[in-house]
């Protein structure tokens, strides 16, 4: 199969006008979709689109938005089975991971579909009332990444429209038919012009942060990408909210049960073949462990099968993209270089599809790149560490600061570590667990602002403060 690609503006299937390019199968290598990138002139045309449609979008009632978001929900649901097959072809994930995407995207419309909009009473007095109110800021870009593109696209989109304002969306060009097949659903149910999609790469990205018709941009993906936006972002002082990279650490404490933690470790470490954001990318184990817990994870690995994401049987689907499998490669092999030791996987499976089975590398400490440098891949790297102050500054010698987990019994020394680590959030006992009700953002390099929950809904408006003398 060959889909033609395209944009969507004003409610209108459009070709592109700008390069053209393909969208590969990452466990095939065949190209599966073709088109444009838009052109500017195409963006121009996307933002005036959505300038004008928020003349009235903003203007609907809490009541109607609300019902027209679960309309949005309806539909996601009743095409739940074609986005998720066109999510494995374009994203590479098995079967049940693209449905458990669906479902989370459905599950995060109906929850912002529902939250309330708050007033905040600021003093209420016998000759004055103040009131902080929330109003949309007017059109929200979203820029996504090729690693969960629905859920994401999900996360940026609705909360925009819950608060009233219009939205120009581009997915990555790795992963855009998703993206673009959600955005003909939700022109089926709102208005022209509220929701539009362009696609392109770094030069339509660069104008999107720079449009002077744009008064947000909600961004997910590469640090560096990040730290771009916010500098051309500045003409119009866009508002902005960040979600960039991580490379979270774990810490298992002295007593755990390995057999009781193992399976969660694996699972939150290589969660969409490691290519998640929060996932555990550094696990720090204590020595009295660390041989049954290394032991425990390989066999857990060497269990996996690797395949085709729509093949039967199938738990651990290809790396989305050649870039991305080359360097899961050469960080592995750097970390063998360096005295790694590869207790499962370890090198690409021969053949077509960018196919690397799930790799536990143990012998390696802070100072090797695949402990510093995030790895967004199927490759851990163990950590034995003897002393708990030791395992802290190690997990917190790291520019990064997405998320983090303490693994242990004593749930008491366990809170009180967790609450050391530089992280945006720290789960015990758990990783990578997102929430529609849990505000979610990283520190330090890893972004700015947070999603989901009031708060993260709140990030899309603009507090206006009525002080009546009564
Ligand atoms: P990326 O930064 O390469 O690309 C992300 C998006 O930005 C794509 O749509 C791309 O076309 C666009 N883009 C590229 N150059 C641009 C520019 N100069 N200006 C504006 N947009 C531009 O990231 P990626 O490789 O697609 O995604 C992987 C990264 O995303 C990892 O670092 C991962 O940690 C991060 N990520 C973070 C979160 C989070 O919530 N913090 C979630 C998922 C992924």
Redesign the pocket.
């Known amino acids: 199969m060959s889909t033609e690609l395209s944009l969507l503006i004003n409610g209108d299937k459009v070709a592109g006008h700008g390069a053209a390019f393909d969208v590969i199968n990452p466990a095939t290598e065949a190209a599966i979709a073709s088109g444009r990138m838009a052109s500017v002139e195409q963006l121009d045309q996307a933002v005036a689109a959505a300038r004008q449609a928020f003349q009235s979008w903003r203007k609907t009632s809490d009541a109607e938005r609300t019902a027209l978001l679960h309309k949005v929900a309806d539909r996601i649901e009743a095409n739940a089975d074609e986005l998720a097959r066109i999510i494995v072809q374009e994203q590479g994930k098995p079967l049940f991971l693209a449905q458990m995407e669906v479902g989370g995207a459905i599950a995060w419309t109906r929850y912002n579909a529902d939250l309330e909009i708050p007033v905040k009473l600021i003093e209420d007095s016998e000759h004055k009332r103040i009131e902080g109110h929330r109003k949309p800021l007017g059109v929200v870009a979203s820029?996504?990444?090729?690693?969960?593109p629905l859920m994401?696209a999900i996360w940026h989109i609705i909360p925009a429209l819950r608060t009233g304002n219009t939205v120009v969306c581009?997915?990555?060009?790795?992963t855009p038919l998703n993206t673009l097949r959600l955005v003909e659903i939700i022109n089926e149910v709102l208005p022209a012009g509220v929701v539009n999609l362009v696609t392109?790469?770094?030069e339509?990205?660069?104008a999107?942060?720079a449009h002077s018709g744009i008064d947000k941009?909600i961004?997910?993906?590469?640090?560096?990408?990040?730290q771009?936006?916010m500098a051309?972002a500045s003409g119009n002082l866009k508002r902005l909210t960040?979600?960039?990279?991580?490379n979270d650490a774990a810490i298992v404490l002295p007593g755990t049960d390995v057999d009781a933690v193992a399976e969660g470790i694996f699972q939150t470490a290589f969660l969409n073949m490691g290519?998640?954001?929060?996932a555990l990318k550094r696990l720090y184990v204590h020595d009295s462990l660390y041989d049954a817990l290394c032991a425990k994870l390989a066999e857990i690995a060497n269990a996996q099968v690797v395949g085709d994401g729509l093949a039967e049987g199938t738990s651990f689907g290809p790396v989305q993209?050649a870039?991305?499998f080359q360097r899961v490669k050469e960080l592995v092999e750097d970390a063998k270089a360096r005295g790694g030791r590869i207790l499962s996987g370890g090198a690409p499976v021969d053949g077509k599809g960018y196919f690397y089975p799930p790799t536990i590398v143990a012998d390696v400490s802070n100072g090797v790149r695949l402990v510093d440098e995030?790895q967004?891949g199927p490759a851990l790297p163990v950590i034995r560490y003897s002393d708990i102050d030791e395992a802290i500054r190690l997990a917190n010698d790291c520019p990064f600061g997405?998320g983090g987990s303490v693994w242990g019994p004593d749930l008491a020394q366990a809170n009180s570590i967790a609450r050391q680590l530089e992280c945006g959030t720290v789960w015990i006992n758990g990783h990578a667990e997102v929430l529609p009700h849990a505000p979610?953002?990283?520190c330090k390099l890893?972004?700015v602002g947070v999603?989901f929950g009031v708060e993260g809904l709140l990030e899309y408006t603009q507090l206006q403060i009525v002080n009546c003398n009564r």
């Open positions: 820029i996504t990444p090729w690693n969960w994401i581009k997915p990555s060009g790795l392109g790469e770094r339509i990205g660069e999107i942060s941009v961004f997910t993906g590469s640090t560096p990408t990040g771009n936006i051309n960040l979600e960039l990279g991580g290519q998640t954001c929060a993209n870039n991305q995030e967004f997405l979610f953002g990283g890893s972004g999603e």
